[in-house]
Structure formats: structure tokens, C-alpha cells
DNA sequence: TCAAAAGTGTTATCCTTACACCCATGT
DNA sequence: ACATGGGTGTAAGGATAACACTTTTGA
């Protein structure tokens, strides 16, 4: 009656890594050059076959990853795996299923190596940037999915697909919330506005190899998500910091300004961070006290994170 | 320099299902029998092997599972991809991997079909259920692990057992975690405390086929969190429902109890309910209005769920 | 002297929590 | 009458958001 285990027959397996890293004011994605589909080269993320080699998975991608780019990874956690969409090449291999099981890893360094390059990650998704205010691409970007929604089949369709882009780009109830970057991309996904799908320009930002854009898309809604409760921000930072910078990589991963002294006490009262005895002269203006991470607080509080406090002000 | 694309080896991929519901007062999962490791039969999730005829993972999963247990699947989502444990036969496959996608389902009805069974996830996991005050097995449990982490190799070591005991059992900070619900059951097998371990009692608990509870596990504390920002409970529900029928099941979950006039407040002002005109005479007391989930609050509030109002009170 | 960033303090408002209490039905 | 669950109101406390303001450096 009941199947033994959940064995196999021979689908393709993949290990694919969303790597970020924040320097300066910018958040930063790896990525490598893929021999292209179609014309020319693509960006893509680091990935590889899983190897019967490979002790575990996680083994796996990190050896590829070293392997291709060089970088050793700190903070890897599983993402998804994908394995639904753009993933079955057809007849060519009689009907094979290739999965993707993709990681998303936080580094500290950007040292570049072999082919491999730091992109911005707004490269990639130019509306998810709101630190210089709404971006102007969303005027266009929303006047083609309106378009997309008038042109559903039935009436209740087009309202439906009204209401996700409400949803999910704002203008519902409560304006933008900036977690929803996967939802937000497989909506352009579906309306034909990404390259990807064929859109003629990139309006909707720079494509990637296969279907690496959606794992981006679903590491940044996750990261976003995550530094609400859980203090992994600091796999970002330096062993010190200052205020300030701890800000400006907060607002880098959100994509929104955040309000200065309210985020100050949020992070002091909520013992994120300790002082350290060293200041540093930095650019323009008074210098600052550099603070570094109070591991201590994992133990104190349940859920210790950076609840972004709105307001966007200096 | 840079591989194609994520291509394989010959990995095995499985697919197994934890497939929830709330009937009465007891929050349920169904199992199958399994074929025993060893001695007998055991209890499992369903589960099987992903095959070439499945169009994508998903749809592979529900077909497994109406195969197997006749349940048809609602709400669905994947949960975690298992392959790093328990899961590589040694020499038999030559060393070939063998991957679970593991999913989440959430049901409304419990109809038994073929050899499959409701069971009650607290059979699994007596530990978790707090409704009727601090389980007694806790006491014992906490003792085997304060020896276990006495028996560590060094003092470092010992204390950072001890840190992850106050962490995940409660005592440090902030007492008792509802979600972390995995990172107990995770503790008690490096414990040995499980009898997957080879614990001699099931003092942690019903044992379950391979790594299945491991998956119960991480499926009940996705949806433990994740009611507290989604609507998901209400898939749960009937399509009418009284608020002391829906406080019931969230405890349940949970495995809290609730104070109950916070929670209907809390229900009511959120906008996640409307009345309907129907009353029920029900179990003793007064007749209770009949409410309906109002589907509208997705489109208004950026997280709708249910922020457990603490305390325990009638 | 001024710009720029660091850093401190205070107040209004909202949400959470807790407590007290009334209502309608079955036994 | 009373037990049981349904249902409403309100006051105290804490966290958030917004505002105003001082300090210390470099140009």
C-alpha cells in the first residue's frame, strides 16, 4: 500500500548561491558570468550540480562556490527549491526534472575573485530602491500592468489581477512594503514586463541566466524579512561599526530611509549593540563611537532585531 | 571558467507531505504506515518518489498524497529541502544523495482514507502542548539534558549546551518559545533523548519513520509563526465558525492557552472576521454568533494574523 | 563661520494587557 | 439557581513616532 521511502528516479539537482554583502552605501549581490542562451553572456549566481562527493548539501555549495568565485562563506541558509518553472528542457532529455535547491549566504568582505563580480543588487530590481524616493520607473512600470490587467479575459480576472498589483506594489490600504520583492517580480513575471519573459526593454531591470532573478528576488524578501527578528545584519558588518554605518546598511537592505534617532534607541535600548572604547575620524563631521554586536542579546531576547521605525528623515 | 548550469548527478528526490488539520480541540496530522526499519511497522508522513510524469514538484506531491491517503490538498507550501541527514544509505547506492522536498498542507476536513490516520501532533511532541499548564515530561526532560550537557568534552562546550537549553526550553530571558519547536527537537537528538536517537523510552515522544518527525517538527513551527502574520488558520476553519471554535484551534497550534476578551478584540478590530446572521445553540452556554473569514482583509492590511495576545485566562 | 554628522531629551499617541462585568442558554 | 460559554467596556502601562535641540569635527 504505502510506498517504502521517498526514493527516487533521476532528476537533476543543483546547488545554487545568492551570496550578499554590503559595502559603502550599497548592497551587493556575487555573480558570475554564464556562457550565454541564446547571444552572448549572462549574469548569473554561482551554482553547481550537486556531486555525489559533496558530503551534505550546504558542502556542496560552498565548495562550488570557492570553486568559482573564490569567496568562503559564513551565514548559509537554505532558501527554496525550485524546480517548477523554466526548469524542464523539454524532449531533449526525456523529460527530466531539474531542481535548483538555492542558498542564501551573508559575507562580511567583497574581495572579488576569478570572473566573478559585486553587483548592486538594485541592478537588478531598480523599484525596490526607495532612498531617493519613489522610483520614477514605477510610473511607467505601473501604467503597463495596468494595461496588462485591462487586457484580461474576463472582468473578474482583470479585477484579480488589480488587486495584486495593489497588493503588492502599493496603493492598497497600506503603500509599499518592501518585503514583497518576490511577489512584486513574479507579477511582472506573469504581465510579460521582464526581460526574461521577453519584455523588449529593461525597464523592469537587468535579467539574469535561467531563472536566478526569482532567487534573488526570494533571498532579498527574506533578508528583509529576517532582520525584523533576527540580528543578521551583523554578518554584514565589520567587527566595528558605528551607528551611522549600521543605519545606512539597514536602509541599503530595505530600500527605505529610516528615522536617525528613533533607530539609534531602537538599537541601544533593544542591547543589540555595546560600545567599544574607540571613536573614529571618518567623513565630515563630528566623529562617532564605534559599537560592536552584543551577542549576549541571542540569549536575553526572543526574537532581538531591528523593527524598522517608518519614517524616512534624516 | 564558469559551469553551464545547475545539471546533476543522479540524485534520489523524494517528496514527502505534513499534512495539518484542526478537528475539535486537537490540532491533527496524517500518517501512514510505513514499513519498518527494523521491527515492525512505524508510523510516516506520505511521501514518494518524484517521477518524470510529475509536471512540477507540487503537483507530484498532491498526487502522491491522494494516492496514498485519499486526502485531496488545499493550501499548500513548500517547507524545507532534507538532505544532509540520515539520508545517505552508505554503500548500497554507490554513495548516491537522497533528497526530501518536504511540504506543508493545511486541510479542512479529517476523512481517513485506505491505512492512513489523524493522529494528534502532540503524540509526537508532548513537550509542545502547554494548554493545560507546564507539561510534567519537561522535568525529566530538562534533567537528561543538564546531564548531557555535564558530559561535555570541554567547559566551553558545556556551557554553550547550556545556553542553547535556556534558549530553546525556555529559563533564559524570556521562558517559553512556541515556535522554536525544531530547535528543541533538534537539541533532544543531539541529545541522544529522541528515540530516532536511540533513546531506550519516548519520554521525547513518538517516534516516526527516517527523518519525518524532523519535518513535523519544522512544519509546526512555520505555522506556528506564521499565523502571526498571515491569515493561514482560517484555512483550517469551516466556512462558519464561532470565535470561541476559532480561539480554540489557535490554541491548539499554538499550544497556549489565550485570554479570551483580548482575543476577540483582537480578532474584531483587525478585520480578519464578519458576522454572518446564523447563531449555533452548540455545547452548553449561550447561543454563539457565527462568523465567516473576511477575505477583503488581504488587500487592506500589509500582515493580517493573529499576534497571540499572551497571557493564559478563560 | 558654516555644513555635516553625532548624539540627547521630551511629548503625544496608539496598542497591548489586564481587570471587571453583563448576557443568554441548558440542566 | 447556577454553571457555562458568549459578549462588552474601560483603565493602566509600555512602545512608537515625531519633534526640537546640543555637540564636535573639517573645510
Redesign the interface.
Known sequence: ????????????????AVILAATLDEPRVLT????GQGAGRAE?LP????????P???RGLRAWVER?TGQSLGYVE?L??F??RNRRPGGED????????AYLALVREARPA??SAWQSWYRYFPYEDWRAGRPPSLDALAARLEAWAAAAASPEEGRRRL?RI??TFGA???GW?EERVLERYELLFEAGLVPEAGAPDALAGQAM??DHRRMLATALGRLRGKIKYRPVVFELMPPAFTLGQLQRVVEALSGVLLHKQNFRRLVAQQGLVEETEAVTAETGGRPARLMRFRREV?????APGLRLPSGRAG
Open positions: 500500500m504505502t510506498e517504502p521511502e521517498p526514493i527516487a528516479s533521476a532528476p537533476m539537482v543543483g546547488l545554487a558570475v558570468p554564464v556562457a548569473g551554482a553547481g550540480p550537486l556531486e555525489p562527493a559533496h551534505t548539501l550546504e568559482q537554505q527554496y527549491t524546480g517548477d526525456g523529460g527530466r526534472h531539474a531542481l535548483s535547491v576569478a570572473d488587486d495593489g497588493l492598497a490600504g497600506s512594503n541566466a535561467f541571542l540569549l536575553e531576547r526572543p
